[in-house]
């Protein structure tokens, strides 16, 4: 029987096992294990993607967990802990010879045994597979063989995003002259991006969409995510659903409002003062360095106008930390009282919130459950903010 779950598959890890830096940049108390107990008990996140697990040390510490009893091998892929079921991944960064600049790349494997042959084979490929979205020697194509030969599943990352991107900046390049587009699984939009701005790109049609939240600390899991259809949360049943196979799907993408993004508008990379898209310097301070935003980007190698119907519905959301006078206080009360933040978000009632929180945070979870928050956009690396409702 198909049930409904929800899945964010872009997550960081901090350090590992032996206390040593994965993602440099990420969270020190963002463990492998520390990331399981967050999402199982705080998040209600059904099936999470954390694509660090190339490194060494952190197949060891899933290893210790099982031996523990504390985690089990799916037989059909993936490890289950508690409620959460973990898909291992790997973020690396390309240079394709087409490529003007690094593009992030998102690979899944089934289970550690394949993840350790795949560390194997990218140790001969890149210089310390211990750390996050280390630079990959090789071609992208080689790198889909290799994923494919080991039955995983391949995502190019937020392909909008000005740094690090399939589209971000440069000249434009189509998919297929990077990629083998029948190696690729999904796309996924990043932060900055949705699926009607996407769409606009005809190469992306047939692809299905993934937001998720990138996260490089504990609080930022789930800022993005899927509501997936499938009979229950394995890697085998996530490829049905990136295939939409016998019914398996995404069924709602939910993301922040592109607004939200760090890269949505057009700024001076010095002064972070909004520019036109077209301005050969910074009318405040002169800089020639410009960050072009994710929606001008999108409108410059747009070829496609018309609104593709077969869509599963986006859905704007905030995480609930953005919502004004939201503080620690109160969010730990809705969490003692509704458990999880997929609870509070989607499932409490105004009268059930009311009895925990004053009125006016009542009615702002409710309105940021049906995308009603006014927002102010963010840009050259800055996010955006929510509005105090009146
Ligand atoms: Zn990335
Ligand atoms: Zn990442």
């Given at each position: 029987?198909?049930?409904d779950?929800?899945?964010?598959?872009?997550?960081?890890?901090?350090?590992?096992?032996?206390?040593?830096?994965?993602?440099?940049?990420?969270?020190?108390?963002?463990?492998?294990?520390?990331?399981?107990?967050?999402?199982?008990?705080?998040?209600?996140?059904?099936?999470i993607g954390?694509?660090?697990?190339?490194?060494?040390?952190?197949?060891?510490?899933?290893?210790?967990?099982?031996?523990?009893?504390?985690?089990?091998?799916?037989?059909?892929?993936?490890?289950?802990?508690?409620?959460?079921?973990?898909?291992?991944?790997?973020?690396?960064?390309?240079?394709?010879?087409?490529?003007?600049?690094?593009?992030?790349?998102?690979?899944?494997?089934?289970?550690?045994?394949?993840?350790?042959?795949?560390?194997?084979?990218?140790?001969?490929?890149?210089?310390?597979?211990?750390?996050?979205?280390?630079?990959?020697?090789?071609?992208?194509?080689?790198?889909?063989?290799?994923?494919?030969?080991l039955?995983?599943?391949?995502?190019?990352?937020?392909?909008?995003?000005?740094?690090?991107?399939?589209?971000?900046?440069?000249?434009?390049?189509?998919?297929?002259?990077?990629?083998?587009?029948?190696?690729?699984?999904?796309?996924?939009?990043?932060?900055?991006?949705?699926?009607?701005?996407?769409?606009?790109?005809?190469?992306?049609?047939?692809f299905?969409?993934?937001?998720?939240?990138?996260?490089?600390?504990?609080?930022?899991?789930?800022?993005?995510?899927?509501?997936?259809?499938?009979?229950?949360p394995?890697?085998?049943?996530?490829?049905?659903?990136?295939?939409?196979?016998?019914?398996?799907?995404?069924?709602?993408?939910?993301?922040?409002?592109?607004?939200?993004g760090?890269?949505?508008?057009?700024?001076?990379?010095?002064?972070?003062?909004?520019?036109?898209?077209?301005?050969?310097?910074?009318?405040?301070?002169?800089?020639?360095?410009?960050?072009?935003?994710?929606?001008?980007?999108?409108?410059?190698?747009?070829?496609?106008k018309?609104?593709?119907?077969?869509?599963p519905?986006?859905?704007?959301?905030?995480?609930?930390?953005?919502?004004?006078?939201?503080?620690?206080?109160?969010?730990?009360?809705?969490?003692?009282?509704?458990?999880?933040?997929?609870?509070?978000?989607?499932?409490?009632?105004?009268?059930?919130?009311?009895?925990?929180?004053?009125?006016?945070?009542?009615?702002?979870?409710?309105?940021?459950?049906e995308?009603?928050?006014?927002?102010?956009?963010?840009?050259?690396?800055?996010?955006?903010t929510?509005?105090?409702?009146?």
């Amino acid at each position: 029987m198909l049930q409904d779950y929800f899945a964010d598959m872009h997550i960081h890890i901090g350090r590992d096992i032996f206390d040593k830096p994965v993602k440099i940049t990420a969270s020190k108390n963002l463990t492998i294990t520390t990331i399981l107990k967050e999402a199982s008990r705080n998040k209600g996140i059904h099936l999470i993607g954390v694509i660090d697990c190339q490194s060494p040390a952190v197949q060891l510490e899933l290893k210790q967990l099982i031996d523990k009893g504390e985690a089990i091998e799916l037989a059909d892929g993936g490890i289950r802990f508690e409620d959460v079921t973990l898909l291992l991944g790997s973020e690396i960064e390309v240079y394709d010879e087409h490529c003007q600049g690094p593009i992030h790349v998102l690979c899944y494997l089934p289970s550690l045994a394949q993840m350790e042959q795949f560390s194997e084979w990218l140790v001969t490929k890149m210089k310390n597979i211990t750390l996050s979205s280390q630079r990959y020697y090789g071609s992208a194509k080689e790198l889909q063989y290799k994923v494919k030969e080991l039955s995983g599943i391949f995502i190019p990352a937020h392909v909008f995003t000005p740094y690090k991107s399939l589209y971000g900046k440069g000249v434009h390049h189509s998919l297929e002259e990077v990629f083998d587009p029948d190696l690729i699984d999904g796309i996924e939009l990043g932060l900055s991006a949705d699926t009607f701005m996407a769409d606009q790109i005809s190469e992306l049609h047939t692809f299905t969409y993934l937001t998720n939240s990138d996260a490089h600390s504990l609080a930022k899991i789930g800022r993005e995510y899927q509501q997936v259809l499938m009979e229950e949360p394995s890697f085998k049943e996530f490829t049905y659903v990136l295939h939409q196979i016998d019914g398996r799907r995404i069924i709602r993408n939910f993301g922040m409002n592109p607004k939200l993004g760090k890269y949505h508008k057009t700024v001076c990379d010095d002064c972070h003062s909004y520019m036109e898209v077209n301005a050969l310097a910074c009318a405040n301070c002169g800089s020639r360095k410009i960050v072009k935003g994710v929606a001008d980007r999108i409108a410059e190698i747009a070829d496609q106008k018309e609104r593709i119907q077969t869509r599963p519905s986006y859905q704007y959301q905030v995480p609930l930390e953005y919502l004004p006078k939201l503080g620690p206080k109160t969010f730990q009360k809705l969490m003692d009282h509704f458990q999880t933040e997929m609870a509070i978000i989607h499932h409490a009632s105004y009268d059930s919130l009311r009895k925990i929180v004053p009125e006016q945070i009542a009615k702002s979870i409710i309105q940021m459950r049906e995308g009603k928050l006014t927002i102010n956009a963010g840009g050259g690396g800055k996010y955006g903010t929510v509005s105090a409702l009146e």
